[in-house]
């Protein structure tokens, strides 16, 4: 049978591999954007594994409400780097080190 | 589902050295190809239906060479494009560019998992029916997206460009026009709305629900890409679209996931307006037992034959639109009047108007 | 091994394969590819953890909206790549370190015998009329009906805010304005000139 703990590990290695993910691609925000959409994907599993060997459903409604609020950021996050494309004609993170305009 | 029972019976006494999984699998897949090969043949004779409606409708003849009154005219074409070599442009993403047919026809045959056809012939009764075919129905975006972008051409991808916004535009516009019939209803598991229809054919949702019925169907002519909507092809703006690029078998698997998807929504409207396999007839008085004994399946397609023909009369009667007014059409007019039918339809539900609710 | 465990291991073994592909892709619309990829495996696991709401929620508004919307952007913006990738060897070592930090300390806090079947034995299979929905909305519109409603607003806040950044005020667009298309006269475009007989003369202009 499949215990708790291997889904923990699983959401575990897959949180890992996006914060590997931010590491190497920090010069890049739309891959940036990508790996916090891969972490929050591993923290929802451990919130639906909770909920499921627990048997509360207030985990799956709090990864509801996570999806939520991560659909309003990436619709924003892409927003701004439009923006920023637009206005810079790069989407390159460093150049956000500099504050004019 | 005694039929299928019948058949689980026989594969496990037939062949007793399968266990479980395995006998299911072979199950499944069996179930799968008794679905697949009658829509792939339902999708080529539609082609000739098309070919034919709109001939007659601009006084022409239509295919009448091949076969008895042409009638394997679809037979001819799909041997015709087998054979026909598959062109890969230069610089072209090759596996991104076999990859777009794929995922546009793979979506478009998993939906029907769920389509339940008669009250007992469906092949999988999820729970969350209608969610699942909105879920597998958004993926086919990609196979769109993919083509204009693996072609490594202009005109695709400006039709990629274009049908990426449309496609996600509308879907939101079904997805509201849907959620009025789940109110009504009162579930996402499509052989639970069609119950909730049953009576007679006041009792179908397409009379508290006409303008949502309509707005469907003008969505769906949207998402299957047809005219007057189909500026994601548009031949005399942009040549061909996304299919500038492809040709043979790989042309073929786009316009099979196109009709595929047609038949589709005309089915769900059929389900979700239309009192799906119950008969017209239930509940008058005589009539309602002479056609009783006609499976409901008859009665499904009798209805989407319908609204089949009426894509192509569309097809036949309007000029293209433009692509500004169509998203005008979604965002301006339709969303706010759907969003304004669920509240009409919430004080419906509430007050327990008709015999509905 | 059951079923469930096959499904299981099938689903991470592509879970893990494609967020690994994703994050060192060179082309930006192959990393959102694979990453459509792990959502639907994650969307199969949750379905193994009956939460199929969620699962297909997450097809739904994850691979269906978001991942499009990536797609879109990496298409309209023209994204030089060589300079994005500069830095890249050069971080890949502390990020290794860390990752391999947080895995250790993980499973060493996660392991069997803090979360194993002992403690938390695996609960019974749903029975058949079990409903994930109906439970999840039970829940929602009572009990969290407030947060439910701040998350509609967050939204609604959300469309606004990426409408308004990004929309530029109109400046030398061309619009068509149809009541002055109608209103023209022959005139007003086209002005009649008598030519001159001699056709020597008008060639030698």
């Known amino acids: 049978m499949i215990s708790l703990s291997d889904y923990l590990i699983l959401s575990s290695i897959i949180f890992c591999i996006g914060l590997v993910g931010i590491f190497i691609n920090r010069k890049n925000i739309i891959t940036l954007l990508m790996c916090v959409e891969l972490i929050l994907a591993a923290v929802n599993t451990n919130f639906i594994a909770f909920s499921h060997f627990l048997g509360n459903e207030a985990g799956q409604i709090f990864v509801f409400f996570i999806l939520t609020v991560a659909a309003a950021e990436v619709a924003i996050g892409l927003a701004i780097l439009t923006l920023m494309f637009r206005n810079r004609g790069s989407i390159d993170i460093d150049i956000t080190s500099s504050l004019k305009g | 589902m005694g039929f299928w029972n019948a058949i689980t019976n026989f594969i496990t006494q037939t062949i007793p050295w399968f266990d479980g999984i395995l006998a299911s699998i072979i199950i499944i897949l069996i179930k799968a190809f008794a679905l697949i090969i009658p829509l792939m043949l339902m999708v080529a004779y539609f082609t000739y239906a098309e070919r034919k409606v709109i001939g007659y409708m601009q006084l022409r003849l239509g295919p009448n060479r091949v076969g008895p009154k042409g009638w394997l005219q679809p037979i001819a074409d799909a041997v015709k494009l087998m054979f026909k070599e598959i062109i890969f442009p230069t610089k072209a993403d090759v596996y991104l560019y076999l990859l777009a047919p794929v995922l546009a026809i793979a979506p478009a045959i998993a939906v029907w998992a769920v389509i339940p056809l008669d009250a007992d012939l469906y092949i999988a009764n999820l729970d969350v029916s209608l969610l699942y075919i909105l879920a597998v129905g958004s993926i086919g975006v990609y196979g769109i997206i993919l083509a204009g972008w693996a072609s490594n051409s202009k005109y695709p991808l400006l039709g990629a460009l274009r049908s990426a916004s449309l496609l996600v535009s509308y879907e939101i516009v079904i997805g509201f026009a849907l959620v009025t019939v789940v109110m009504i209803a009162g579930s996402v598991n499509l052989n639970a709305i069609v119950e909730a229809q049953k009576g007679s054919i006041l009792h179908w949702y397409w009379i508290p629900l006409f303008p949502m019925m309509i707005i469907f169907f003008i969505s769906a002519l949207v998402e299957t890409n047809r005219a007057p909507f189909d500026v994601v092809e548009g031949e005399s703006e942009i040549v061909g679209g996304t299919h500038v690029e492809y040709s043979g078998m790989t042309f073929a698997v786009f316009f099979l996931a196109e009709y595929a998807n047609m038949i589709l929504m005309a089915i769900l409207a059929v389900i979700m307006f239309f009192g799906g396999w119950h008969s017209p007839f239930e509940g008058v008085p005589y009539i309602g037992e002479f056609f009783s004994w006609v499976p409901g399946l008859v009665w499904v397609l009798a209805k989407a034959t319908f609204f089949m023909f009426a894509y192509l009369w569309v097809r036949a009667t309007f000029p293209r639109f433009r692509y500004d007014q169509i998203m005008r059409l979604s965002w301006k007019v339709f969303l706010p009047f759907t969003i304004a039918w669920i509240f009409v339809v919430a004080l419906m539900t509430q007050l327990k108007i008709g015999p509905w609710f | ?205």
Do not use: C
């Open chain 3, 1 to 205: 091994m059951t079923s469930a465990q096959i499904l299981f291991y099938t689903f991470s073994f592509f879970l893990v394969a494609s967020s690994l592909i994703m994050i060192f892709a060179k082309n930006a619309a192959k990393a959102v590819l694979f990453l459509v990829l792990a959502f639907f495996s994650v969307a199969g696991l949750w379905i193994l953890l009956e939460a199929e709401f969620l699962a297909i929620t997450l097809i739904l508004v994850y691979v269906g909206a978001v991942m499009v919307l990536f797609l879109f952007v990496i298409k309209m913006l023209n994204i030089d790549k060589s300079t994005l990738r500069a830095k890249f060897a050069g971080y890949l070592p502390l990020g290794l370190i860390v990752a391999a930090i947080i895995v250790a300390e993980m499973t060493m806090v996660l392991g069997h015998e803090q979360f194993g079947l002992n403690i938390y034995p695996a609960p019974e299979k749903a029975s058949a009329d079990y409903s994930n929905i109906t439970i999840l909305a039970l829940q929602l519109y009572t009990d969290y009906v407030y947060p439910f409603e701040l998350a509609a607003v967050l939204l609604l806040i959300a469309i606004i805010a990426a409408i308004a950044l990004v929309h530029r005020p109109e400046q030398n667009r061309k619009k068509q304005d149809i009541s002055e298309q109608v209103s023209v006269r022959a005139k007003d475009r086209l002005r009649i000139v008598s030519i001159a007989k001699n056709n020597k003369e008008v060639n030698n202009d």
